[in-house]
């Protein structure tokens, strides 16, 4: 099986703008988690999609958001951009529950200037 | 609020060392799993513990879960260059807010 993909690996961006950042998930898994990592931070739960469904969320701003389609792919979006979002975004794929195995994807490299 | 605390942030030692890291929490996990990241690429699951007491070996790897399931740690014997990476344990809470919760890391580079 391929495993989880993201697009793109690499970003760059100003303040202000905002961002859509890709994950095909594995075949046949139907979550879609995604996390934020940076240094300080560590790996954050920035939210769940199931089914093309919202189902967990974490402490982030409304300028988060995301939404799964029904080949359970999924986006992820940032409005506003500030520079505090530079981190590396991290899409994992499960088959049932974000608390199964999660196969994590490359990430994409989000750098805000 | 970490709920998640590991230690040591940082290791660095000699290759053939044997090393332990720690994973502690107040609160108790239904289960816990260890996963290891290295440079530009996602974690790797390497292991999931579910029982209190639990040992798991994988390879020159141990990872125990706490009776209480609250903490865990990673035992690697003669550790080897292959074993660099950044380190992660997650802990999966049931209910309401059933997701992983990451510990702070801990990254090993282990020295040819």
């Known amino acids: 099986k391929a495993g989880v993909t993201q697009t793109p690996r690499y970003l760059i961006k100003t303040r202000g703008q905002q961002v859509t950042l890709s994950c095909s998930p594995i075949?046949?898994?139907?979550?879609v988690s995604w996390y934020q990592q940076t240094p300080g931070q560590g790996l954050q739960f920035l939210f769940e999609y199931f089914s093309e469904t919202q189902r967990n969320k974490g402490n982030f701003p409304g300028r988060f958001s995301g939404r799964q389609f029904s080949n359970s792919r999924s986006e992820m979006n940032v409005s506003t951009l500030e520079l505090g979002d530079s981190a590396l975004y991290l899409c994992?794929?499960?088959?049932?529950?974000?608390?199964?195995?999660?196969?994590f994807g490359p990430g994409t490299r989000l750098t805000v200037l | 609020t970490q709920l998640l605390e590991q230690s040591p942030q940082f290791l660095s030692i000699q290759e053939g060392e044997n090393l332990t890291v720690y994973c502690n929490s107040s609160s108790v996990f239904s289960s816990l799993q260890w996963y290891r990241q290295e440079p530009g690429e996602g974690p790797v699951l390497l292991v999931t513990?579910?029982?209190?007491?639990e040992v798991k070996k994988l390879k020159r790897l141990t990872f125990q879960f706490g009776d209480a399931r609250k903490d865990s740690s990673l035992h690697i014997t003669a550790a080897q260059p292959g074993d660099t990476g950044l380190y992660l344990c997650a802990g999966a809470r049931g209910g309401a807010t059933n997701k992983l919760i990451f510990g702070t890391g801990t990254l090993l580079a282990v020295q040819p």
């Open positions: 994992a794929s499960s088959q049932r529950v974000s608390t199964d195995t999660q196969y």
């Open positions: 513990v579910v029982t209190g007491g």
């Open positions: 075949s046949g898994h139907r979550s």
